[in-house]
């Protein structure tokens, strides 16, 4: 159903159950998910969030200034996919880390032809560093990249298997959305990505999957087309 797309993953899906640093199992988990797919022939770009280290907006309250806080955060991500990318290469596939800011020799300078040319070659593109620019968050940015490398779709991975009316781990009585569409979404304040992201879809028609991630074997049969999550859609 997918040939080429972009994996948005939280900060705190890679720190484990605390959401916090960087917990091995979950890095080993994802990269055999991922490496995985691209073994069956798709196309993976990923985008991390850095919540796991720094968040910007969380050190407002802190004393932290909010376009220095979200440049730690942006480096916070950096360190993300420079971890995942070291675990997908233990599995075989090459993955590159580009970032929106010059930052050699620690990666690539992040450039839309040169992200598509290792995803043509059979391996993975990590793109860190959000936007690049403050007050955007890294659901902005991976949006941003998914329409840059033109990808079929945005899968956001979750620990929860799609959206619903309300947190499902806080009220028993949340229900499960099969599918919306970006009006719907935007109108109903769902938090599962932010509004800025929503429109950027919506204006490009990219649509979004929200899917556990956690679930072993999930992005694979999504990515075959298997009805996992909730699409968001026009």
Known sequence: MYKRVLLK???????????????????????????????????????????????????????????????????????????????????????????????????????RDAAVAVLEKGGVALIAGGTGNPFFTTDSGAALRALEVKADALLKGTRVDGVYTADPEKDPTATKYAELTFDEAMSKHLKVMDQTAFALCSDGNMPIIVFDMNKEGNLARLLKGENIGTVVHK
């Open 9 to 111: 993953l939280s900060g705190e899906s890679l720190g484990g159950h605390e959401g916090k640093g960087l917990d091995t199992d979950s890095l080993k988990a994802y990269a055999k998910e991922v490496a995985a797919a691209v073994r069956a022939g798709m196309q993976v770009a990923i985008v991390n969030g850095g919540g796991n280290i720094f968040r910007g907006l969380q050190g407002t309250g802190k004393g932290f200034d909010r376009v220095d806080g979200d440049k730690m955060g942006m480096l916070a991500t950096v360190i993300n996919s420079l971890a995942l990318s070291m675990f997908i290469r233990e599995e075989g596939v090459d993955a590159q880390v580009f970032t929106s800011t010059p930052m050699e020799p620690f990666a690539r300078y992040y450039n």
